[in-house]
Each structure stands twice: as C-alpha cells, then as structure tokens.
C-alpha cells in the first residue's frame, strides 16, 4: 500500500479538495476514454475474425459430428481398451455419469421422509443460518446478546464517480492490475 503523508486537518481547505478531486475527474476521464478506445479496437477486431471465427467453428463442428457418428458405429473396435487418443482427441466408449432430475423439491423430500424415513437425514438438506436482513432491524443490544457485530457503520472517506459501463470496466483493470504479480499494493 502506498502511504501518503498526513496533515492537520487544519491544513487541508476545501479550495485543496476541490483542485484535487477536479485533477481526479480528468485522470478518470483520461483513463475511461483510453479504456474506450482498447474496447473499440477489441471490437473491430472481433468483427473483423469474427466470419472465419464462425467458419473453423463451424467446420469442427461437423468434423466432429463425423468423428462421434464413425466411432459409433464401430464400437467393436473399442472393446479393450474402451478408449484411446489419437492427434491429442480421446475417442471410444465410456460410461455415462449420469444426472438426477426431479421437478419439485418438496414433493421428493415428502416422498422420502414417507418411503424411507431412516434415511431422512441423509438424502434430505435440512440448512439453518441467520437472515442478515432480518438482523440488521435488531438494536445493537439484541445483536450483542446474539454474538453479531455490526461493521463498518462509521465515518468512511468517500472518493467515488458515478459509475457508468466504461467506469466499471477501468475498475475492473485497474483491480486486476492491482493483482498482477509485481504489482504495488
């Protein structure tokens, strides 16, 4: 983290904010229409491989489509072993994973708790935890007797601009830069 020096709050006037939050605005602006600009060139790239893009997607697709189809329907040639690599590409036979599905929760935990009630607490998700916004409407009395701690309720320096989809692409970077090894922090 970079560390700023502090001044006596006397130091510091208005006129001193107001220079430096307009030096920030144009920083911003600065910085949104260079993000503007890479988003415009992205898109111009984008369209411009996008028809061949579609084309080779489109090709191994039906290569593909080929390939399954042929392995199908020759599955004597994948008996042992059931499957094998060619070209880095994995063909053959595997057995499927399989998926549950069922259309209403509550009908198959009523089924469940019916036909096989000593199994209950194993195939049935029974979850308990507190409701932040119902315990955000208790007294600081009650949340203490309960535990519960109530954060960041204080003064807090605000440096904020009004977030626009180009605004919220630069702080996307701009955390992501912040990540990137060597970074300063």
């Known amino acids: 983290m970079i560390a700023f020096p502090s001044r006596p709050a006397t130091e510091t006037s208005l006129a001193e904010i107001d220079t430096l939050a307009k030096r920030y605005a144009k920083a911003r602006e600065t910085l949104s229409k260079r993000v503007g600009e890479l988003e415009a060139e992205v898109a111009a790239l984008q369209r411009k ?7 080779a997607a489109a090709n191994a697709a039906t290569i593909g489509a080929e390939l399954r189809n042929t392995v199908e329907a020759a599955p004597h040639l994948f008996e042992k072993p059931k499957t094998f690599t060619l070209h880095g590409i994995t063909v053959g036979f595997r057995k499927g994973a399989g ?10 935990v009523a089924l469940i708790r019916k036909h096989l009630p000593d199994q209950a607490d194993l195939l049935v998700i029974v979850e308990e935890k507190p409701s932040a916004d119902a315990l955000k409407n208790l007294d600081a009395r009650d949340l203490a007797k309960l535990g ?8 807090m320096v605000v440096v904020k601009s009004a977030d626009t989809a180009v605004d919220k692409l630069v702080a996307k970077i701009l955390k992501e830069g912040a990540q990137a090894p060597g970074s300063v922090e």
């Open 49 to 55: 491989h996008m028809a061949g893009i579609k084309e």
């Open 99 to 108: 998926k549950l599905n069922w259309e209403d929760d509550a009908k198959v």
């Open 148 to 155: 519960v701690r109530m954060e960041g309720t204080g003064e």
